[in-house]
């Protein structure tokens, strides 16, 4: 258990819908990074946090929007959503933004299918 | 654009054989890369690695960077069946970017 919690676990909707998937990070952890992974795409960098603030981008649609809150938990909204959008979410977090450590801890994942 | 390349995709071992995965990568401002270890679900931490020639190892596990040739290798000796699993390497850039590997998925055969 890496203390890094996200739900729900799974999550099925149809095209067209919007979901938030939520995470919480390991406690004293700043940051959260927000993963996608599919079987064709591998583990793709979405979107980090640290400590309230966006601090990078990675390959996140337009559709798609983070945001992480005074008690350091985020949330991932997808909106439109395309049978595309399939895949396993994972959130993860880390102590700080990358200076002196870049150790991500890893939640257990999001598995969001669209049908 | 930066990338992290592994080979290879896939391999197969009986227990007790020693494997080599590799990593090779191109990014910009490179700051740190990282191992990972996925079995059914989200990825463990395996190592970090941010200096040439210095290996690190933990159990039967190890690992090494080379900035020069910008590759990394871990190894595993005495594979164990509990070894199986997908194994992902990650670099770290200096805007803070994280890029994966599709990784290499090891099986190990009693």
């Known amino acids: 258990d890496s203390g890094v919690t996200q739900t729900p676990?799974?999550?099925?909707?149809?095209t067209g819908q919007r979901v938030t998937l939520r995470c919480s990070p390991r406690s004293g952890d700043l940051?959260?990074?927000?993963?996608?992974?599919?079987?064709d795409q591998g583990l793709q960098f979405l979107i980090q946090y640290y400590n309230g603030e966006e601090r990078a981008k990675g390959n996140i649609l337009e559709r798609f929007s983070a945001q992480?809150?005074?008690?350091?938990?985020?949330?991932?909204?997808?909106?439109?959503?395309?049978?595309?959008d399939s895949a396993l979410y994972f959130c993860a977090?880390?102590?700080?933004a990358g200076g002196r450590t870049d150790t991500q801890y890893f939640g257990p994942g999001t598995r969001l299918t669209v049908l | 654009e930066d990338k992290v390349v592994q080979s290879p995709l896939s391999l197969v071992v009986h227990e007790g054989d020693?494997?080599?995965?590799?990593?090779s990568y191109e990014v910009t401002n490179f700051r740190s890369l990282l191992w990972y270890k996925q079995e059914k679900k989200a990825p463990t931490f395996l190592f970090m690695l941010t200096s040439s020639g210095i290996e690190k190892k933990s159990g039967r596990l190890s690992s090494i960077l080379d900035k020069k040739e910008l590759f990394s290798i871990l190894n595993i000796t005495a594979t164990q069946t509990g070894d199986s699993a997908v194994y992902l390497c990650a670099v770290a850039s200096g805007t803070y970017k994280y890029i994966f590997g599709t990784g290499t998925r090891l099986k190990v055969l009693a």
Not at chain 1, 9 to 14: D, E, N, P, Q, Y
Not at chain 1, 31 to 39: D, F
Not at chain 1, 68 to 84: M, R, Y
């Open chain 1, 9 to 14: 676990k799974h999550l099925i909707t149809a």
């Open chain 1, 31 to 39: 940051s959260v990074y927000w993963y996608q992974q599919s079987l």
């Open chain 1, 68 to 84: 992480q809150f005074p008690d350091l938990h985020s949330e991932l909204n997808l909106s439109s959503l395309e049978l595309g």
């Open chain 1, 93 to 96: 977090s880390s102590v700080e």
């Open chain 2, 18 to 23: 020693t494997v080599t995965l590799n990593c």
